[in-house]
T-cell receptor, first 113, second 112 residues
C-alpha cells in the first residue's frame, strides 16, 4: 500500500523553524496535491500541481511552498512555522483533473510547539 | 464561489440499519461529486462518485443519489456494519474551478 507515500509521518518542531515534508507517488499520475486537515477534520486544498501548472489556493500563506523535482514527487516546504500550522498534511495524486479519484498519502502530523 | 454543506455532522445508527448523509452545493455548474471515507487515523479514500449526467449509482451496500434541480446529493449505506464507522466527506467540482470543494464531514458511528 505505497502508491502515495509521505515522510515523515510525525513532525514536532518549534515555532520559527523551517521544515519540509516529502511526497512520492508511483502511480504515474500527472497531478499532485497538498491538503491540510485541521483539528476539526476540515480538508482544505493548499496546492494543485501538474507538469504544466502550479495552482495555489490564495488563502495559503506564502510561507508554504511546493517543490517538484519531477513528476513523481511534490515536497512541501514551510518557513517560519507558527502554532496555527499544526495539522495533518496529506499529499494526494490523481491521473487527471479534479474530477477523477484522488489517492491520498498516509498523512504527516505536524505539531508546532 | 462554490459552497458545499454536509449534514449531519454526527450520525449514530444501530448496526444493520441504514445511514443517509446529505450534501448541498451552491453552483449549478458543478458536475462531479465524490464521497470519501476516512477511518480514524487513516487517509481519506474514495468510496463512490457520481457525475452530473447520472441520477443514481450503486456499489453493493453503498449508493449515491444526485438531484441536480435541488442541488443536493446523498450517500446511502444499507445494512451498516461496524467497519462503516468513519468520517465521510462529500465534495463537488466543476471544470472551471481548480479545486474540489469539500463538505465538513460526517462522523458515522455504528452501534453494536
Amino acid at each position: 500500500d505505497t502508491a502515495v507515500s509521505q515522510t515523515p509521518k510525525y513532525l514536532v518542531t518549534q515555532m520559527g523553524n523551517d521544515k519540509s515534508i516529502k511526497c512520492e507517488q508511483n502511480l504515474g499520475h500527472d497531478t499532485m496535491y497538498w491538503y491540510k486537515q485541521d483539528s476539526k477534520k476540515f480538508l482544505k486544498i493548499m496546492f494543485s500541481y501538474n507538469n504544466k501548472e502550479l495552482i495555489i489556493n490564495e488563502t495559503v500563506p506564502n510561507r508554504f511552498s511546493p517543490k517538484s523535482p519531477d513528476k513523481a514527487h511534490l515536497n512541501l516546504h514551510i518557513n517560519s512555522l507558527e502554532l496555527g500550522d499544526s495539522a495533518v498534511y496529506f499529499c494526494a495524486s490523481s491521473s487527471g483533473d479534479l474530477n477523477t479519484e484522488a489517492f491520498f498519502g498516509p498523512g504527516t502530523r505536524l505539531t508546532v510547539v | 464561489g462554490e459552497n458545499v454543506e454536509q449534514h449531519p455532522s454526527t450520525l449514530s445508527v444501530q448496526e444493520g440499519d441504514s445511514a443517509v448523509i446529505k450534501c448541498t452545493y451552491s453552483d449549478s455548474a458543478s458536475n462531479y461529486f465524490p464521497w470519501y471515507k476516512q477511518e480514524l487515523g487513516k487517509r481519506p479514500q474514495l468510496i463512490i462518485d457520481i457525475r452530473s449526467n447520472v441520477g443514481e449509482k450503486k456499489d453493493q451496500r453503498i449508493a449515491v443519489t444526485l438531484n441536480k434541480t435541488a442541488k443536493h446529493f446523498s450517500l446511502h449505506i444499507t445494512e451498516t456494519q461496524p467497519e462503516d464507522s468513519a468520517v465521510y466527506f462529500c465534495a463537488a467540482h466543476m471544470d472551471s474551478n481548480y479545486q474540489l470543494i469539500w463538505g465538513a464531514g460526517t462522523k458515522l458511528i455504528i452501534k453494536p
